[in-house]
Each structure stands twice: as C-alpha cells, then as structure tokens.
C-alpha cells in the first residue's frame, strides 16, 4: 500500500463524556494515531457513543485493531471496546477494479501481461461461464491506488484487445455499500414499472398508446421526433393554438361525432370552442387516415391501440412506418435492457455492429433530465444478425453492467409497433 494512505477505523462502545483529545491520547499508547473524529448527534451534539480514529497506515491500524477489539474497556463503559475498519474501508485499500469488455477466449497470462505495465498485481479473477469461456469481464486488484489509477487512465475506453472490437471498461470495482444502492433502486424501479402497468391498465391513456414519459416534443411529424420508436411519419400542419393542446391532437374537421369520445370534455383555454372529434383522422387526400399503433415497452409499459373514435374501419389503416427510425425485418430487431447510463445511440451501435449490418440503434431518455432510461433498441437488415448478437450480448458484462438482449415483440397484425 502507498505510504500516506490513511485508514478509517470505526470504534463502539465509547464513554460519552470522553472528550477527542482524550481518545487520541489513549490510542496513541498502541499505534500512531492521526485524529479521532467523536460521532455526535445533529440536533444534540452530544456523542452517541462511538467514534471514528485515523490511522496513517494499514499497519497501524491494524496494531489499534489488535491491541483493544473487546480487549480494554474505558472508565465508564458497560462493555469492551468495539473496533474495526469503518464500512467499505477494506475494499477501498484492496484497490480493485472491474474490468470488461475482454474477448471470451482471453487468458489470465493475457489480461495480466497488459495490466502488470502499470504495477504489480496482486489478483487476478476473469469470471467465466460452465464451458469455462470468459464472461467478458474480470476483477484485479493492484498493490497501490496510484497503479490503479495508472491502469484506468491509460486502458478505459482506449485499449482494445485482440479479438474484440470494442474498447475495455476500466473502473473501480462497486463497494458492498454501492452493491447494495443499486439492488435496492432497482427493486424500487421495478415497484415503480409495476405500478405504473398497473395504473395504465385501470386508466389506459385517451390519445392513444404511449404514456406522456415516452412522448418528445410535438415536432410537426405527429406525436414523437425523428430518430425515435415513433408513430407516423406524414408531416401534418402546426397545432392551432399549440399552447392549449400541446402534444395531444393534430387540428381535426368537424365532421364526425362528437360521441367518439364519450362523456370527455377537453380542459381548453379561456376562448377556445370545443371541438368534435371524429371516429378517424380525416388530414385530407394526401394524408391517410391514422389511428395509433400498438407499442409494447419494457416493465409492461403500455400497451394499447386504444383509439379516439370507435369505428372498426380505422383500424384496417395504420401507418405501417416507423418515423425516423429503420427497422429491419421481422426476427432482425432486438430490445436490449440494462445498457450502462453512460451509453448514446453510437455507443450501441459500435457494441452490437460486429454482429452484422446495424440499420439503426436507439437509447431512450428521459425527456425531461435527458439521462439515459438504459434500454433501447438495434435493428438488423437480417434475423441471423439479430439470432448472433442474442447469442453473444444476453448476459454479456457491459460496462458493469449484465445486458439483456431479445428479440422486440412483434404485433400480431404485423404492425411496427
């Protein structure tokens, strides 16, 4: 371990009414202590009985450790004293780092020549499947934080190895504590996608079939931007008075019946009449008649072709287009769930492009943050390029995390979406 690398230990079963300077003084008799730091409570300030003491050195810590864990008890205390290396400390002195993103036939002699440039390991895992082939992602811990930091520096995102077409991911390994958070949000995700399904399907939308968190800004191009999952592609007119019904209805005629929509009455803006709306979309000879297509998103997210009018003759004439994004044949276009947040549409389209020819690649984001949702779509000109990249991404190590990868649901009636 690097000199100067301090080490937190945490220590129970501390007399209240001793003071910081007290403590030092006392653990100064085992080891070197830097400081003690007395836990107190935020609306008190009195000392809930416990305190952290820094150490210079693992050594030294490990000397305060064996000289008073349930060894000496201080004046004042019903019980010994309780010491021990404060939570995620000994994970952060191991200096490990995660590794991916490595080809599935790599050798422990192959990743250890290439890291050993920037120190000395201390130990090497690539974790590999039942045939004994790499899962594509390895743990190696190096002797100081100033090698790991080397090796991250020079190998994350710019070092390829033979046989992969894409570059390794390099970080620091996930503590216990950070395992834990993220468990516990995704837990909380999916509570939040089964309640959300839930919620649909007792009250499915009224203009149509994707919940508002999926809808861009109205555009011109109907209900979604170019470069997405979208509806139609039929360039419409501009939304009369935009503000007042924005991202819900293009401007309708007023032939039709006002009992498509039965027993609704739109919330307009002070000097706005109500309109009727009808049973399909009439936009005139040069614009077919569109209803809203089926869409199937991950965690159940909605599913429905619920339309505005009730007649059966809008549905024999959906829009079979996909707006601005290219799909492939039926069998050539996957859903991937699990795509790490940091990654963009050219991201994984470079992940999956060693498969065959990419007709298109798409992650969702948030529309109001613009992080990442960390699922997407990829669309191939061939279902043998989609069976090969099922074969080879679902499970496959990336970026930390394990994608999963399947074929996208096809509508019954053969519709896009």
């Not at 070197?32 to 007395?38: A, P, Q, R, Y």
């Not at 995660?98 to 192959?110: A, Q, Y």
């Not at 009992?259 to 803006?269: E, F, H, I, K, M």
């Not at 779509?377 to 099922?390: E, G, K, M, N």
Request: net charge positive; with cysteine.
């Amino acid at each position: 371990m690097a000199e100067g690398e301090s080490v937190k230990l945490f220590v129970g079963q501390v007399p209240k009414l001793m003071t910081e300077s007290q403590l030092l003084a006392m653990f100064k008799e085992f080891a070197l202590v830097d400081e003690v730091n007395i836990i107190k409570d935020k609306a008190t300030r009195a000392s809930r009985g416990c305190c952290f003491v820094i150490c210079p050195s693992r050594e030294e810590a490990d000397k305060t450790i064996n000289a008073c864990h349930n060894k000496k008890t201080l004046p004042g205390a019903s019980s010994p004293l309780q010491v021990k290396y404060a939570d995620g400390e000994l994970e952060r002195l191991e200096h490990k780092l995660f590794v991916g993103m490595l080809p599935k036939n790599v050798s422990d002699d192959e990743v250890s020549a290439l890291f050993s440039d920037y120190g000395t390991i201390r130990d090497l895992q690539i974790l590999r499947g039942s045939q004994l082939t790499s899962k594509g992602c390895a743990f190696l811990k190096f002797e100081t934080k100033e090698q790991a930091l080397e090796a991250i520096e020079a190998l994350n995102g710019k070092h390829k190895m033979e046989g992969s077409t894409i570059p390794l991911v390099v970080k620091w390994a996930d503590t216990e504590k950070e395992r834990q958070a993220r468990k516990a949000q995704k837990v909380l995700s999916q509570t939040s996608n089964i309640q959300t399904t839930d919620s649909m399907q007792q009250h499915p939308p009224m203009y149509g079939a994707l919940q508002m968190g999926y809808m861009p800004a109205y555009n011109g191009y109907g209900y979604q931007a170019q470069g997405t999952y979208g509806l139609m592609h039929y360039r419409i007119p501009q939304l009369q008075n935009q503000h007042a019904f924005a991202n819900l209805v293009p401007p309708l005629n007023n032939q039709g019946s006002a009992a498509a929509v039965r027993g609704v009455t739109p919330d307009l803006s002070t000097g706005l009449a109500a309109r009727n709306y009808p049973t399909s979309y009439n936009l005139g000879s040069a614009y077919p008649a569109v209803q809203y297509p089926v869409a199937t998103y991950p965690g159940g997210g909605i599913i429905t072709n619920r339309q505005l009018g009730t007649s059966s003759a809008a549905s024999s004439s959906v829009s079979t287009s996909s707006g601005g994004q290219t799909e492939g044949p039926p069998g050539a276009n996957l859903f991937i769930y699990h795509i790490p947040q940091e990654f963009g549409d050219d991201e994984l389209a470079n992940a999956f492009q060693r498969f065959g020819r990419v007709l298109s690649a798409k992650v969702f984001v948030d529309k109001a943050t613009g992080v990442s949702k960390c699922f997407g779509f990829v669309s191939y000109d061939s279902p043998a390029a989609a069976q090969s990249a099922i074969n080879t991404m679902n499970g496959f190590q990336l970026g930390g995390k394990k994608l999963k990868v399947q074929l996208k649901r096809e509508n019954k009636q053969n519709k896009p979406y």
